[in-house]
C-alpha cells in the first residue's frame, strides 16, 4: 500500500503517514493529494485536519467534500523546535500553521526577525539549510539527516504544550466504512432561513448522538451560501445515525446534499 501526503520528507504530515503505509509519497497541496486519492493514483491520503492551537485546516475541508471516503483518524502531537546552523539569524521560515503555534515565543524570543510562511515545515528546514541568515520550525529530529546538519536552538516551543494534529486518511468511496466510533459528513442545505442549523443539530441531539465538530464553510455557488462539516460520536452502522441522516436529508431543499465521508477509528501515534 501506498500513501501520499505533504511533502517534502520530514513535515509533521509525513511522520502521521509513517502510521498508514511504509512507502510514502509527496503533494504540495491537499488539494492535490485528494485529487490523486480520488483519480486511483494513490491507495490512501493523509491531510492535516484540525489543530489543537489553530483550529481547521479550512483546505482540508474544502478538498474533502466530494469524492473520497475518510478511513481512519490519526492524531499526533506536534513538537516544534528551532532549528538553525547557527544563533545569528534574520529570518524564521516555516508552514504558516507553524508559525502560528509558535506566536507566542517567536513574539518573546525573537520580536525582530522576519517571518515567511512556506509550503511545509520541511520547506522551512530546507531553506535553513541552504542560508545561514534562516531558522526553521519543525521536529527536532529533522536537524540530523541533512548537509549541514541543524543546531535545535530550542524544544518545544510551540505555544501549548497540548499541541497536536489530528489527520485524515481517505482513500476511494468505494471502501467507506460503516463501522468505527466516529463519523464526517458533509450537509449542503441550499437553504437559510432562522432557526435551520438549529434544527439540524437537533436531528443529532434527539438521538443522543454527541457531535464533536460543526464546521461552516462557503459553498461557492455564491455570498453567504454555506454547507457544513459535522463530526459525530456515532457509527453508520448503528439506528440512531440512519434515522438522524434521514432527518436532515428531510429538511434540505431540491438543490441540497447530505455526502457522507465514512466511519472510522481514532489511532494516537506518539512522535
Not at 463530526?231 to 441540497?256: N, Q, S
Request: proline letters at 4%; aromatic letters at 6%.
Amino acid at each position: 500500500m501506498q500513501a501520499v501526503t505533504l511533502g517534502p520528507a520530514g513535515t509533521y504530515s509525513h511522520r502521521a503517514a509513517g502510521a498508514v503505509a511504509a512507502d510514502v509519497a509527496f503533494r504540495e497541496s491537499v488539494t492535490a493529494i485528494v485529487e490523486s486519492v480520488r483519480a486511483g493514483e494513490f491507495d490512501r491520503g493523509v491531510v492535516p485536519v484540525e489543530n489543537s492551537i489553530e483550529g481547521s485546516v479550512t483546505e482540508s475541508l474544502d478538498a474533502l467534500a466530494d469524492g473520497v471516503a475518510v478511513l481512519r483518524e490519526v492524531v499526533t502531537p506536534i513538537r516544534h523546535a528551532l532549528l538553525a546552523q547557527s544563533s545569528e539569524f534574520s529570518l524564521v521560515a516555516s508552514h504558516s500553521q507553524a508559525l502560528a503555534q509558535c506566536r507566542e515565543y517567536l513574539e518573546r524570543e525573537y520580536p525582530d526577525q522576519r517571518r515567511e510562511a512556506v509550503a511545509s515545515t520541511a520547506r522551512g528546514v530546507a531553506r535553513a539549510r541552504e542560508d545561514e541568515t534562516v531558522a526553521a520550525i519543525g521536529h527536532p529530529a529533522n536537524a540530523t539527516g541533512g548537509d549541514p546538519e541543524l543546531t535545535v536552538l530550542a524544544e518545544d516551543i510551540q505555544d501549548r504544550s497540548s499541541n497536536a494534529t489530528r489527520f485524515l486518511v481517505v482513500g476511494p468511496e468505494s471502501e467507506r466504512s460503516d463501522a468505527g466510533g466516529k463519523t464526517s459528513v458533509v450537509v449542503y442545505p441550499a437553504a437559510n432561513y432562522p432557526g435551520l442549523l438549529l434544527e439540524l443539530l437537533e436531528a443529532f441531539a434527539d438521538r443522543d448522538i454527541n457531535l464533536s465538530r460543526v464546521e461552516s464553510r462557503p459553498s461557492g455557488r455564491r455570498l453567504g451560501d454555506y454547507l457544513f462539516h459535522v463530526d459525530f460520536e456515532a457509527g453508520l452502522y448503528e439506528d440512531r445515525t440512519d434515522e438522524a441522516l434521514e432527518t436532515v436529508r428531510g429538511m434540505i431543499a431540491d438543490e441540497g446534499w447530505v455526502r457522507v465521508l465514512g466511519s472510522y477509528d481514532t489511532e494516537h501515534v506518539v512522535g
